[in-house]
């Protein structure tokens, strides 16, 4: 089944272990990553309001069984993140004004394992799709035909953004998992 998600390939890959093991998607994301130097740190990942675009309910099982299950509960989780850089430190389900949300804690020994970011000459930086849509960042972005990035000066410790995942214009596609969550 198909993968949904309009931000950018980048920021996919990211979260791909995190949520989109199945036909997941969400309306936005946000990131804090708190740097204990330029390289390590923790992040702090939130998406809102996780769907599924599941059409069958084969479809629907499966989507609920990858986030309830093994995103939240499992420890080939933890093993499969340790495979990409990131230490689990917590993982939580929560509503939030009736929409299911997602969190999840990390820690990082390599600046370049968070999302693709990279830390050069003093700046530490994103690069997105010119089409992403960066909804909020303490950041400073910078456009240009190829590419949006987010840079941060040597400065900073927390480096944030929130960006637009699905924006659920068409609301009978996408089916709420906040029904199925029992906390």
């Not at 989507?63 to 340790?82: A, G, P, Q, T, V």
């Amino acid at each position: 089944m198909k993968k949904i998600i309009s931000i950018t390939s980048l920021t996919a890959i990211l979260l791909l272990p995190m949520l989109l093991n199945g036909c997941l998607t969400f309306h936005k994301v946000s990131y804090v990553v708190k740097l204990e130097n330029p390289n390590e740190g923790t992040v702090l990942l939130t998406a809102y309001d996780i769907r599924s675009t599941a059409t069958t309910k084969k479809e629907l099982d499966e989507d609920k069984n990858n986030l309830f299950n093994y995103m939240l509960k499992s420890s080939k989780f933890i093993k499969d993140e340790e495979g990409q850089g990131k230490e689990i430190v917590s993982r939580k389900l929560f509503l939030e004004n009736g929409q299911l949300v997602g969190q999840g804690e990390y820690k990082f020994t390599d600046i370049n394992n968070v999302e693709g970011m990279k830390y050069e000459s003093g700046f530490h930086y994103l690069n997105l799709q010119p089409d992403d849509s960066v909804i909020a960042t303490n950041g400073t972005i910078i456009k240009s035909n190829g590419y949006k990035r987010i840079m941060w000066d040597s400065t900073y410790t927390e480096l944030k953004f929130t960006m637009l995942g699905n924006p659920f214009t068409i609301k009978s596609k996408f089916k709420s998992l906040a029904p199925y969550f029992k906390p």
